[in-house]
């Protein structure tokens, strides 16, 4: 039962507009929710986290939102940057103790 | 800081054989935890530990051991290596009380053939 999914598996998108990456999830009871950003042959990278009591973070280009009712996330990237092309990852926390991840979506912006 | 080391970087295994993969860090974090990624599943949570001698199994932790002896050091071993355990695998650690999620390791690639 995958808890926390990212439907699309990949999503390309030109130099300076915007990327939007999605996640939903099923378990209500989670308490944070991340994003980690993945190059090849290193390991994940934290990139932004919310709590589930906001709908909203921003961080830079970076900002996610959160829909509970909707149980969905979204990472927007503004502007997309060469630099940002890389496997997105969002995960949830349960009471601190584990991550749970989905399973990716890889990004891949043209210059 | 070297925050969290993994060794080796690559394994090539045969069908059967044993062995550790070593996870060390340094930034004296309760939580670590053993992840597993193949392509299409994610990251996969293997075996977590939220203390010295406290360990607990995660989503797929058959075939897969580990002890914590030491705040520092979380090692996973293999009994018997199967080709079903080929994968790259990644070790975390992080404090558990903050929000800025857990630091990764560069990870191993093993492959069991």
């Known amino acids: 039962d995958q808890q926390v999914k990212q439907n699309s598996p990949s999503l390309s998108v030109q130099e300076g507009r915007i990327s939007i990456l999605n996640c939903d999830y099923t378990?209500?009871?989670?308490?944070?929710f991340l994003w980690y950003k993945k190059y090849p042959a290193e390991g994940p990278t934290f990139l932004i986290s919310?709590?589930?009591?906001?709908d909203k973070n921003e961080d830079g280009r970076f900002t996610v939102f959160l829909n509970k009712s909707a149980k969905h996330l979204s990472l927007h990237i503004v502007p997309s940057q060469p630099g940002d092309s890389a496997v997105y990852f969002c995960?949830?926390?349960?009471?601190?103790?584990?991550?749970?991840f989905g399973t990716g979506t890889r990004l891949t912006i043209i210059p | 800081n070297a925050g969290v080391t993994q060794t080796p970087k690559f394994q090539v295994l045969k069908t059967g054989q044993s062995m550790t993969l070593q996870c060390a860090q340094d930034?004296?974090?309760?939580?670590m935890s053993w992840y597993r990624q193949d392509p299409g599943m994610g990251l996969r949570l293997i075996h977590y530990?939220?203390?010295?001698?406290?360990?607990d199994q995660g989503e797929v932790p058959n075939g897969y051991n580990v002890s914590r002896s030491t705040t520092e050091d979380f090692p996973l071993r293999l009994l018997s290596a199967a080709p079903s355990q080929t994968s790259v695998y990644f070790c975390?650690?992080?404090?558990?009380?903050?929000?800025?999620?857990?630091?990764f390791g560069q990870g191993t690639r093993l492959t069991v053939v």
């Open positions: 995960a949830a926390y349960f009471g601190n103790e584990k991550l749970t």
């Open positions: 378990n209500s009871m989670f308490d944070y």
């Open positions: 919310i709590s589930s009591i906001k």
């Open positions: 930034m004296n974090h309760e939580y």
């Open positions: 530990s939220v203390g010295a001698g406290i360990t």
């Open positions: 975390a650690s992080n404090t558990g009380t903050d929000i800025i999620g857990a630091f």
